[in-house]
T-cell receptor, first 117, second 113 residues
Framework: AQTVTQSQPEMSVQEAETVTLSCTYD???????LFWYKQPPSRQMILVIR??????QNATENRFSVNFQKAAKSFSLKISDSQLGDAAMYFC??????????????FGDGTTLTVKP | NAGVTQTPKFQVLKTGQSMTLQCAQD?????MSWYRQDPGMGLRLIHY???????DQGEVPNGYNVSRSTTEDFPLRLLSAAPSQTSVYFC????????????FGQGTRLTVV
């Protein structure tokens, strides 16, 4: 079974600064997706960024980028120019593309990000 | 408005009662899923469906049933509620090619007493 570990329960960053959230995962599969989700206090789950394992290029979405290290099974999220609205719980997640497991996602326990004005 | 509609938003049940959480999407997504989120934890997959008539179990399926008679609807049934099922439940959907749930409902906070 796949596991996803977020080793930082809480992180804080000063407004306009950069912060990196860590995520590691364990899998024996070679074909999968990785994602980061944001969950603000409203409880709504918002997809932030998505990475396909076969793509070497790191995904980027505006101020959000990832550092995907497939061999190390590491998938960190960098938030640049942090804004007050970035304050939320961030979840790292894994989804298999292998037939028997396709469609099954595994989430980490989350990192709570505080943004200080 | 397009999106995932999940009802109810809050529910209190007594132990042993049954109920159905409703989930509907109007985006013609093939993939739909149900998760539960316990305090301080991430989402755990209960059941999912890759199309009408097709469902499969996730990580924590016991005590829950699902069916997918139409593309739009994916209800989750609690057969006999237990306090361990107190949680926040999320329904989600996406196109299969996206590889992930891109749209989530607002969640249902369920308390079993």
């Amino acid at each position: 079974a796949q596991t996803v570990t977020q080793s930082q329960p809480e992180m804080s960053v000063q407004e306009a600064e950069t912060v990196t959230l860590s995520c590691t995962y364990d899998t024996s599969e070679s074909d999968y997706y990785l994602f980061w989700y944001k969950q603000p206090p409203s409880r709504q789950m918002i997809l932030v960024i998505r990475q396909e394992a076969y793509k070497q290029q790191n995904a980027t979405e505006n101020r959000f980028s990832v550092n995907f290290q497939k061999a190390a099974k590491s998938f960190s999220l960098k938030i640049s120019d942090s804004q007050l609205g970035d304050a939320a719980m961030y979840f790292c997640a894994y989804r298999s593309r292998v037939n028997t497991n396709a469609g099954k996602s595994t989430f980490g326990d989350g990192t709570t990000l505080t943004v200080k004005p | 408005n397009a999106g995932v509609t999940q009802t109810p938003k809050f529910q209190v049940l007594k132990t042993g009662q049954s109920m159905t959480l409703q989930c509907a999407q109007d985006m013609n997504h093939e993939y739909m899923s149900w998760y539960r989120q316990d305090p301080g934890m991430g989402l755990r997959l209960i059941h999912y469906s890759v199309g009408a008539g097709i469902t499969d179990q996730g990580e924590v399926p016991n005590g829950y049933n699902v069916s997918r008679s139409t593309t739009e609807d994916f209800p989750l049934r609690l057969l006999s509620a237990a306090p361990s099922q107190t949680s926040v439940y999320f329904c989600a959907s996406s196109y299969m090619g996206w590889g992930t749930e891109a749209f989530f409902g607002q969640g249902t906070r369920l308390t079993v007493v």
